[in-house]
């Protein structure tokens, strides 16, 4: 088994191979490589352009080619086709044929517009177009213009051909079962796989059924109605279909646009609902802090009202009032005119004595008898 080199390691697609059983699996991606510049910089000659080989032609067998050949003598690969609307199939099938032998030299062959509209139909694209489209595919080596729809034993020789690569599909066409029968029996015949999926004709079908859709593309492109072989009738038919989805799509933006605002709108007033509804919260509470059952405010009143109770209301005189007796006695003095012949003290009498004590008291008393008379 040859390494593989880095230009193979650079094909990291997935393709569909057919497994030993016989089911279709997929291939794995192949591992990365360094950057490198492997791109050719000229366009692949074409067959009668380049100067003849003299060199006697030996055609190398299957296990030579396999092998490796000397780098002087690279096996040269036949491929030919249509080639018309040049896609990516095409490009798979042209690497594969490069790749079949370590050291191999690919030529392309293309048939004629007179030799395709003769056995396949008609082609989108002319020759000249097919022609340099091969030319401008990196695995080509050499182009052969007005290639034949059945491969002659002198054509294989003239350009010393040593295998032929196609799909294993026999290919009816011509009259003929497989035009590829004599090669394989032959030997000369290098089997590659058909990529599915994509084909010439798929690409035509989805023009074809998309063809308003394509229509209206190239007239909003610039293309007039004769160009593109359309009525006068359908033209303007497909302008209004044109205005219509112009509107439609204005239409949709608007909604879209709608919707976004709607949303960016809820966004913002559930948030302001939440904002609301923390500060009603708080709010409330702080409400019944200060004017609840046994908020603020009430204890406040309640120690207002008790210190204006006390401020308005008097105070409380006691049940009964002292009699003379049980008053405190008052400083005594003696009048100036008993203080020389009066005796001694004695027990106070209200008759018949010299002299007598007045009390502060009954000063007093008398002070008040004087103003009620």
Same mark, same amino acid.
């Given at each position: 088994?040859? =390494?593989?080199?880095?230009?193979?390691?650079?094909?990291?697609?997935?393709?569909?191979?057919?497994?030993?059983?016989?089911?279709?699996?997929?291939?794995?991606?192949?591992?990365?490589? =360094?950057? %490198?510049?492997?791109?050719?910089?000229? +366009?692949?000659?074409?067959?009668?352009?380049?100067?003849?080989?003299?060199?006697?032609?030996?055609?190398?067998?299957?296990?030579?080619?396999?092998?490796?050949?000397?780098?002087?003598? +690279?096996?040269?690969?036949?491929?030919?086709?249509?080639?018309?609307?040049?896609?990516?199939?095409?490009?798979?099938?042209?690497?594969?044929? /490069?790749?079949?032998? =370590?050291?191999?030299?690919?030529?392309?062959?293309? %048939?004629?517009?007179?030799?395709?509209?003769?056995?396949?139909?008609?082609?989108?694209?002319?020759?000249?177009?097919?022609?340099?489209?091969?030319?401008? %595919?990196?695995?080509?080596?050499?182009?052969?213009?007005?290639?034949?729809?059945?491969?002659?034993?002198?054509?294989?020789?003239?350009?010393?051909?040593?295998?032929?690569?196609?799909?294993?599909?026999?290919?009816?066409?011509?009259?003929?079962?497989?035009?590829?029968?004599?090669?394989?029996?032959?030997?000369?015949?290098?089997?590659?796989?058909?990529?599915?999926?994509?084909?010439?004709?798929?690409?035509?079908?989805?023009?074809?059924?998309?063809?308003?859709?394509?229509?209206?593309?190239?007239?909003?492109?610039?293309?007039?109605?004769?160009?593109?072989?359309?009525?006068?009738?359908?033209? /303007?038919?497909?302008?209004?279909?044109?205005?219509?989805?112009?509107?439609?799509?204005?239409?949709?933006?608007?909604?879209?646009?709608?919707?976004?605002?709607?949303?960016?709108?809820?966004?913002?007033?559930?948030?302001?609902?939440?904002?609301?509804?923390?500060?009603?919260?708080?709010?409330?509470?702080?409400?019944?802090?200060?004017?609840?059952?046994?908020?603020?405010?009430?204890?406040?009143?309640?120690?207002? /009202?008790?210190?204006?109770?006390?401020?308005?209301?008097?105070?409380?005189?006691?049940?009964?009032?002292?009699?003379?007796?049980?008053?405190? +006695?008052?400083?005594?003095?003696?009048? =100036?005119?008993?203080?020389?012949?009066?005796?001694?003290?004695?027990? +106070?009498?209200?008759?018949?004595?010299?002299?007598?004590?007045?009390?502060?008291?009954?000063?007093?008393?008398?002070?008040?008898?004087?103003?009620?008379?």
């Amino acid at each position: 088994m040859e =390494p593989q080199s880095s230009h193979e390691l650079g094909i990291a697609r997935k393709r569909r191979r057919e497994g030993s059983n016989g089911e279709t699996e997929e291939g794995e991606r192949l591992g990365k490589i =360094p950057r %490198c510049t492997v791109g050719l910089k000229n +366009p692949a000659p074409f067959a009668d352009e380049l100067e003849p080989d003299n060199k006697p032609y030996e055609r190398v067998t299957m296990e030579e080619a396999k092998k490796g050949t000397p780098f002087n003598r +690279p096996v040269r690969v036949y491929a030919d086709g249509i080639f018309d609307v040049f896609h990516s199939g095409h490009a798979r099938a042209l690497m594969q044929a /490069k790749r079949l032998f =370590p050291n191999s030299h690919l030529i392309v062959g293309v %048939c004629s517009d007179e030799l395709t509209h003769k056995y396949k139909g008609f082609t989108v694209m002319n020759e000249d177009e097919r022609y340099d489209a091969i030319r401008h %595919c990196r695995y080509v080596d050499e182009v052969v213009r007005n290639a034949p729809w059945t491969l002659t034993p002198e054509f294989l020789a003239k350009h010393r051909i040593d295998f032929v690569a196609h799909d294993d599909i026999p290919y009816s066409s011509a009259g003929s079962d497989d035009v590829y029968k004599h090669i394989k029996e032959a030997g000369m015949f290098a089997p590659t796989q058909r990529t599915e999926g994509i084909s010439t004709s798929d690409i035509i079908t989805r023009i074809v059924r998309d063809y308003d859709v394509y229509v209206r593309r190239n007239l909003q492109r610039g293309y007039t109605a004769k160009e593109l072989n359309v009525s006068f009738i359908n033209e /303007k038919k497909y302008h209004l279909q044109e205005r219509v989805d112009k509107v439609k799509r204005k239409v949709r933006d608007v909604e879209e646009k709608s919707k976004e605002f709607v949303q960016k709108v809820e966004e913002k007033s559930i948030d302001l609902i939440q904002k609301w509804e923390e500060k009603s919260r708080e709010f409330i509470g702080n409400f019944l802090q200060m004017f609840g059952p046994e908020g603020a405010l009430k204890h406040m009143l309640k120690e207002g /009202k008790g210190r204006m109770l006390q401020a308005i209301s008097p105070r409380q005189s006691p049940n009964s009032s002292p009699t003379r007796e049980e008053r405190s +006695p008052s400083p005594t003095f003696r009048l =100036p005119f008993f203080s020389k012949t009066s005796p001694p003290p004695s027990p +106070p009498h209200h008759s018949g004595a010299r002299g007598y004590l007045i009390s502060e008291d009954d000063e007093d008393d008398e002070d008040d008898d004087d103003d009620n008379n």
